[in-house]
């Protein structure tokens, strides 16, 4: 597994939490990279019982510029699991969105080297967090070479699911102009509602591969901290099952994009 990327339409669905709850339960190492352009919320949240120095995604990017990533990623981790060290990361985001600007020309390059993680001798999975699409600045290039791009959508009412009718149809259309198609585009369903998966895979066009239960007490300890998780609550339980699927839809879309890609022809 390489990149999986989140994003959502508008709103709070849920990306983060997701992207945490994935993070925390799926086996090997992980880094959960914060690439919202409207700024990262885990040292905020999950881990704002920890004194954390300013690292993360924009150091990095000033490494980027320099190219010297590979010798800074490092230093840019923080490590998510106590009980279990080493396995488990956040690349903190940004903490105010006037540093997105700066973030944009690193785009390509972070994508790139993100996407070298999992082939170094302890490699890791990129779950990366991107926020609201309808920010000014998505980071794109991360939404165009990501193994797996999900939507994330709250499933609770109608409300919730409309806006993601429109950003799936804007994300099929970019991909296919400048990403490697949609085909590594699909749904995480967050919640329980009246629509069952099939009416909004149905609606969205989009088959879904990832779907979360309403667990307010285990999300709220996971988006806002406190408490302390045992790894059995319902949330995270769910988030391991979903590992597999996950794993599966990267294989065939590799598999998908095998003959094009060694040509060089299919992407941007
Ligand atoms: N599976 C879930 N069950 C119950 N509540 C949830 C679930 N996932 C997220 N939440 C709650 O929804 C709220 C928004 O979650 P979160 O911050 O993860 O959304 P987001 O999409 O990242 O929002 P933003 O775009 O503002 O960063 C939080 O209060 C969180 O605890
Ligand atoms: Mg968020």
Avoid at 34 to 61: F, T, V
Avoid at 84 to 103: C, E, H, K, S, W
Avoid at 112 to 132: M, P, T
Wanted: overall charge neutral; some cysteine; proline content about 7%.
């Amino acid at each position: 597994m390489a990149i999986v990327a989140m994003v959502s339409a508008k709103g709070s669905p849920g990306v983060t939490t997701t992207a945490l709850a994935c993070a925390l339960s799926w086996q090997g190492r992980t880094v959960l990279a914060e690439c919202d352009p409207s700024g990262g919320s885990i040292l905020s949240g999950y881990l704002s019982r920890l004194e954390i120095p300013p690292i993360g995604l924009l150091p990095l990017a000033a490494a980027a510029l320099r190219d010297q990533l590979a010798e800074t990623f490092d230093h840019q981790l923080v490590d998510l699991d106590a009980k279990n060290p080493g396995q488990r990361f956040v690349l903190p985001g940004i903490n105010d969105t006037v540093q997105a600007g700066t973030l944009r020309p690193t785009w390509e390059s972070l994508t790139k080297f993100f996407g070298q993680l999992e082939h170094r001798d302890s490699g890791y999975d990129v779950i990366a967090d991107c926020g609201r699409l309808a920010t000014s600045a998505p980071p794109w290039p991360l939404l165009f070479r990501a193994d797996l791009l999900l939507l994330v959508v709250r499933v609770t009412t109608l409300r919730t699911i409309a806006p993601a009718a429109g950003a799936a149809e804007m994300l099929r259309r970019e991909l296919t102009q400048y990403g490697q198609g949609p085909g590594g585009l699909a749904l995480a369903l967050i919640g329980d509602g009246p629509y069952g998966r099939r009416d909004i895979e149905q609606r969205l066009q989009l088959p879904a591969v990832l779907e979360l239960p309403d667990d307010r007490r285990t999300a709220e300890m996971l988006s806002d901290g406190g408490g302390r998780l045992r790894g059995s609550e319902r949330l995270l339980r769910a988030a391991a099952s979903t590992e597999p699927a996950v794993r599966d839809a990267i294989t065939r879309r590799r598999a998908h994009l095998e003959p094009t890609t060694s040509s060089g022809s299919s992407r941007a």
